[in-house]
């Protein structure tokens, strides 16, 4: 077997994306944290957005176009991007403006926080600060890459927020992730299909969907090329803008 059928490489393009959405309309009605009813088949489909703001906007407008909101999870520690920076300020804006909403992706690895007082002071600072730079309401949260500790946190909300990792979230709702670019668990399209759940929480991350079938490393690779691109190509034309020499310039 190759490792493209391994890992399933070609589940995760965008237009297997807008099936899968399709396919759990079919069982699940979209709800959002804020307004989902236990006794109900919902499902709370969430985005960490851990590598590409460019691509959650695109899964953000199929999600539109399926006539599906969603809630997009922002890092401010992020590694691949810059939450503060106009471009992707301007993206976040788009996806609120398509009707999805958004959450904290909380980096405990940056605080390396083991108590509580101290992690609500820091969700609700974060919290503070996504909802003043978007302009939008924040509130919900999920932890990055959680480790046995944060795992451990089980309340229903800290600081206000709601908390993705609540004990009935991780007890009475179903759940399947992308995480790493492929199925660790449950395979999505299984889940979806025989909609056994009677609720569900889905999480995926942007980046791991793309045009056509590639290795979740070449994924990866791509946003951090594409971002390193854009990033000299700014800085070249600033350079023209101002009438500067642009030394070393091929
Ligand atoms: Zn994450």
Redesign the pocket.
């Known amino acids: 077997m190759s490792l493209a059928e391994k890992f399933h490489y070609s589940d995760f393009t965008r237009d297997n994306y807008r099936l899968l959405l399709r396919k759990a309309k079919e069982n699940y009605v979209f709800r959002s944290y804020t307004d989902y009813r236990a006794d109900e088949r919902f499902v709370l489909w969430r985005h ?1 957005v ?1 590598l590409s703001v460019h691509a959650a906007y695109k899964l953000a407008v199929i999600e539109a176009e399926e006539g599906i909101s969603s809630t997009y999870f922002l ?1 401010p520690h992020c590694e691949f991007y810059n939450m503060l920076e106009a471009e992707v300020v301007g993206k976040v804006h788009d996806i609120l403006a398509l009707g999805h909403r958004i959450g904290l ?1 909380f980096d405990n690895d940056f605080y390396r926080i083991k108590d509580v007082a101290t992690l609500e002071g820091k969700l609700r600072f974060e919290a503070d600060l996504l909802s003043s730079v978007f302009e939008a309401p924040v509130e919900v949260f ?1 932890f ?2 959680p480790d046995a500790w944060m795992l451990q946190q089980r309340d229903a909300t800290y600081a206000g927020l709601i908390n993705t990792y609540a004990e009935y979230f991780q007890t009475s709702v179903g759940y399947c992730s992308d995480s790493n670019g492929y199925w660790r668990h449950r395979r999505l399209p299984e889940v979806l299909e025989r909609a056994e759940d009677p609720c569900l929480q889905i999480l995926t ?1 942007p980046a791991w969907w793309v045009e056509s079938p590639a290795s979740p490393r070449d994924r990866v690779l791509k946003c951090v090329q594409g971002r390193a691109e854009q990033t000299m190509r700014k800085y070249d034309q600033g350079l023209e803008l101002y009438g500067r020499s642009n030394v070393g310039e091929k």
Request: aromatic share 0%; glycine share 0%.
């Open positions: 960490d851990d890092l992706h999920s990055h890459n991350h």
